[in-house]
């Protein structure tokens, strides 16, 4: 995310409570002081150690972004409305499985999952739906899609069309990391060559007519979330995040015209210190790569910009108020760390997708650190930090010893292969919880402190009726659009997917003419095939 500040900062006075003056940064108070600064970096400045902004969030606060969706679009606008008034301030997108992997609702195999883990998006009239009522010349949206990345962000554009909004005026972020589905996720459909083809055909678009939208988000996320450690999460997502790089410009592109749009996505997990840590290893990392390895001169190609969620994964179904505190410290890992945009887990996510009363009180958590905690104030309070510094090292080193092994490999797709990845995600996850099934680590209301009846949660459901509704409207659609156009615009979608044309722009043709999501995939799974799995262990 830009800082849109110049440097201005976004206040005057910045005091304790007590009303104790606070410095912007503070150095360490040493007779080599000057030298100390000088190897630790100051915010703002390569290596971006400290932050990639000189004032952070003295200038502007990361964004407030709650990841919402469920049932229909209805239901899903519903929700985002309620999150806009409670004062989140962007809005993130999760669909349903089927949309995860390109099936339109009516699909066989799409039976019992239709809006269920997110909202169930076929046609650009759903999409219309979902975002009616919000104007996105003013919000910023993230969509957690991969494989149909393409096919959901050009529904998008024209979406926001429909609205005025231009599409150099439409600001988010479309997750669009196909690499760390064959990792981690799994909701992969095409094999890797082609999914990488489709990455690069956005990223071309974008620079020319997207300026403002990151077209990809990389996601250590669900690297973090299927057993990695914090070093793991670090080394494979910066290594995807080098291979984007590297298709880019075989695709012709000049790093700087797409690297500065290039994005991230990082979990912050339970060891407050660590998580601080990581994420400053993850600037310092990326800022060598891109000036070293890529010869980026644009600044901003350096600069990595990221979202951070708490861990899901670390939530519990035992005690689940205990999953306030847990995600109030991890989000203020994340602030201490220096993200540009945050979610908070709400207290009943291991058990349903959340309510209304969490989702409120999890955004007030990030209210509260941002206007409260006084943590916002100056930056990067803990640099210098003995024990963080150590840490960024190490982690810095591991990170280092990662990337030779994967680069002896033959690369980030020959060790997706291989089953590199998924063994090392796999080993660590077991032997972590080896570890809480030993009680070597502790996790309170699961082996230890787990005393007393669970409370009564008000969880939300799906309304059982969503699958009819969201088929009914789909057929609907169907038989309203003009067929003639939907075969045209799939037939130049297949033209281009069998050369070497954009993709973007026949699929905006495709989804301008209503053609569902599924009709689409369907063609490119006809032209690119899918992706099968082997066994690795």
Request: charged share 25%; glycine share 8%; aromatic share 8%.
């Amino acid at each position: 995310m830009a800082d849109t500040t110049g440097g201005r900062e976004r206040r005057s006075d910045f005091i304790t409570v007590s009303g104790r003056p606070l410095e912007r940064c503070y150095a360490p108070v040493r007779a080599d002081a000057e030298e100390y600064c000088r190897e630790l970096g100051n915010p703002g400045e390569y290596p971006y150690t400290r932050g990639i902004h000189p004032t952070m969030y003295r200038g502007r606060l990361w964004t407030m972004r709650q990841f919402a969706g469920f049932g229909t679009a209805e239901d899903s606008n519903a929700r985002y409305r309620f999150l806009l008034q409670q004062g989140q301030t962007g809005l993130s997108v999760a669909f349903d499985f089927p949309t995860l992997l390109g099936y339109d609702s009516d699909h066989p195999r799409s039976e019992g999952e239709v809006g269920k883990l997110g909202v169930a998006v076929d046609t650009l009239a759903d999409m219309e739906i979902l975002f009616e009522g919000i104007p996105l010349d003013r919000v910023s949206t993230s969509m957690t899609i991969n494989a149909p990345a393409a096919i959901l962000w050009a529904m998008y554009i024209v979406v926001a069309e429909k609205q005025g909004v231009t599409r150099d005026r439409i600001t988010g972020t479309i997750q669009n990391d196909i690499l760390k589905e064959y990792m981690a996720q799994k909701t992969f459909v095409f094999p890797p060559r082609p999914s990488l083809r489709l990455v690069a055909d956005t990223f071309a678009f974008g620079s020319r007519e997207a300026p403002r939208w990151n077209t990809i988000s990389i996601s250590g996320y669900h690297i973090r979330e299927a057993g990695a450690t914090a070093a793991q999460e670090l080394a494979f997502t910066l290594a995807n995040g080098r291979e984007y790089v590297q298709t880019g410009i075989a695709a012709g592109l000049d790093v700087d015209d797409f690297a500065p749009r290039l994005s991230f996505f990082f979990n912050s997990h339970v060891d407050f210190l660590e998580e601080i840590a990581k994420f400053r290893t993850a600037r310092r990392i990326w800022a060598r790569e891109m000036r070293e390895r890529f010869r980026a001169t644009n600044p901003r190609s350096c600069m990595l910009r990221f979202h951070t969620q708490t861990a899901g994964c670390s939530l519990t179904a035992q005690q689940p108020e205990n999953n306030i505190v847990r995600t109030t410290l991890q989000a203020l890992a994340a602030v201490l760390g220096g993200t540009q945009s945050l979610h908070t887990n709400s207290m009943d996510e291991a058990l349903a997708l959340p309510g209304e009363d969490a989702v409120r009180l999890a955004l007030r958590t990030q209210q509260i650190i941002a206007l409260e905690s006084g943590v916002a104030n100056t930056v990067d309070p803990l640099g210098g930090s003995y024990c963080l510094e150590t840490l960024t090292r190490q982690l810095e080193q591991e990170t280092q010893d990662y990337f030779d092994r994967i680069d002896r490999l033959g690369g980030v797709v020959p060790a997706i292969e291989l089953g590199f990845f998924q063994r090392e995600i796999a080993d660590a996850s077991y032997r972590y919880q080896r570890r809480v099934e030993a009680e070597e680590l502790a996790v309170v209301g699961v082996n230890c402190h787990a005393a007393g009846p669970a409370p009564a949660i008000n969880l939300l459901r799906v309304d059982p009726r969503t699958e009819f509704r969201q088929v009914e409207r789909l057929q609907a659609v169907r038989r309203d659009r003009d067929g003639h156009a939907v075969e045209r615009s799939l037939r130049h979608v297949r033209e281009a997917a069998r050369g070497s044309d954009n993709l973007m722009y026949p699929l905006l043709e495709a989804v301008g003419a209503y053609a569902t999501l599924g009709e689409i995939m369907g063609v490119l799974r006809e032209e690119f095939g899918e992706y099968r799995e082997e066994a690795i262990f």
